[in-house]
T-cell receptor, first 117, second 114 residues
Framework: NAGVMQNPRHLVRRRGQEARLRCSPV?????VYWYRQLPEEGLKFMVY????????ESGMPKERFSAEFPKEGPSILRIQQVVRGDSAAYFC???????????????FGPGTRLTVT | ELKVEQNPLFLSMQEGKNYTIYCNYS?????LYWYRQDPGKSLESLFV?????AVKQEGRLMASLDTKARLSTLHITAAVHDLSATYFC??????????????FGEGTQLTVNP
């Protein structure tokens, strides 16, 4: 069984360019989460999506960042007009359907390491 | 706002010794996770603790959860070099009914010296 797939694994962008990060969840998982890890720090939640719905985006910066999880295809985290402070590792995680307040374990992808020059 | 604090943040220990990493959190929760991260790599799930008093063991690692004290511990027995990594605990608040976004501690960077 394939785990969570992320691509690209490494991405270099100049300031002002756009970055697109892709995440394919574990087969059968309908929940996707994005986290950001700045150098030497822990992971910070960004956004939680189900198919075609954003459930919780409370961790997303208000500007330049957006995320989607279409009916078909991977989840995309999009960063417009990147700045040096966006340099970080971006991890995607997926889980199975949660029932009420009971939620299943999250499986993490290998991450995309974004470097803004 | 949920706060998750780990200590120590840095731990250097000799092979064969025992030590405990602590994870305190600030709100009611009955779900706590421990992850391991090697440099430049993703997170590997170690333990899922889902109830008060839960104890799980895998090899030289044992994790426990005390929901009343809002404390989890990760105990290392007879450490070996292969355990060198950063260990994160992560919590889901009890109030989270629509999902399970994780709030992570700062991580404990463990170095096991021969």
């Amino acid at each position: 069984n394939a785990g969570v797939m992320q691509n690209p694994r490494h991405l270099v962008r100049r300031r002002g360019q756009e970055a697109r990060l892709r995440c394919s969840p574990v087969k059968g998982h309908s929940h996707v989460y994005w986290y950001r890890q700045l150098p030497e720090e822990g992971l910070k939640f960004m956004v939680y999506l189900q198919k075609e719905n954003i459930i919780d985006e409370s961790g997303m910066p208000k500007e330049r960042f957006s995320a989607e999880f279409p009916k078909e295809g991977p989840s995309i985290l999009r960063i417009q007009q990147v700045v040096r402070g966006d340099s970080a590792a971006y991890f995607c995680a997926s889980s199975r359907l949660s029932q009420g307040s009971w939620a299943y374990e999250q499986y993490f992808g290998p991450g995309t390491r974004l470097t803004v020059t | 706002e949920l706060k998750v604090e780990q200590n120590p943040l840095f731990l250097s220990m000799q092979e064969g010794k025992n030590y405990t990493i602590y994870c305190n959190y600030s709100t009611t929760s009955d779900r706590l996770y421990w992850y391991r991260q090697d440099p430049g790599k993703s997170l590997e799930s170690l333990f899922v603790l889902l109830s008060n008093g839960a104890v799980k063991q895998e090899g030289r690692l044992m994790a426990s959860l005390d929901t009343k004290a809002r404390l989890s511990t990760l105990h290392i027995t007879a450490a070996v070099h292969d355990l060198s990594a950063t260990y994160f605990c992560a919590v889901v608040p009890l109030s989270e009914t629509s999902g399970s976004r994780l709030t992570f501690g700062e991580g404990t960077q463990l170095t096991v010296n021969p």
